[in-house]
């Protein structure tokens, strides 16, 4: 996926949705990271980053195709200078996001993975933004910090 906004990423990205699309008609697995973005926290004080509101994108995808789901919650937090750098700066985060990935490589990060769900057991009258919203809070709720907890949104670059 191509986040710069030019006709180029436009079609890179129609592309890139025709490819998942088939994939999953044809049996494959794609991996999706619905938020769109590395999550963030809405305030530098917060402690815990969350992602944005998720796109739309998922849902539209999961209702043409028909797939059965794996949600997996991954554990872990960036830096605090890169939460500090993403109160100040998009370039400066994207920056200090290579410092991340960085600091990463080698380690092991934990995850949760929860039970598979099948399309047909979705309610299937759900819109593109309950659908996306339910997803969020499943996956979430796989951390048992979260419990039945109202999650928040973390702060959205695409609305800067």
């Known amino acids: 996926v191509d986040f710069s906004e030019t006709k180029e990423a436009l079609r890179t990205n129609i592309e890139t949705r025709k490819i998942a699309r088939e994939s999953l008609k044809d049996g494959g697995t794609i991996v999706i990271f619905p938020g769109g973005t590395v999550s963030t926290t809405n305030n530098f004080l917060n402690k815990q980053a969350f992602d944005p509101r998720w796109r739309n994108f998922t849902a539209r995808l999961i209702k043409r ?4 789901i794996l949600p997996i919650y991954f554990y872990g937090q ?11 700066s998009t370039t400066l985060r994207s ?23 099948k399309y047909e057991d979705l ?3 759900l819109s593109n933004d309950e659908l996306s919203k339910y997803l969020r809070h499943l996956t979430y709720n796989l951390n048992p910090e979260f419990l039945n907890q109202d999650i928040p949104t973390g702060k959205d670059f695409k609305e800067w």
């Open 65 to 68: 195709s028909k797939p059965t």
């Open 78 to 88: 960036n830096s605090s200078l890169f939460h500090l750098a993403s109160q100040i």
């Open 95 to 117: 920056a200090l996001l290579f410092h991340e990935v960085r600091r990463r490589i080698n380690t092991s990060v934990p995850l949760i993975i929860g039970d598979p769900i």
């Open 123 to 125: 309610n299937e009258n």
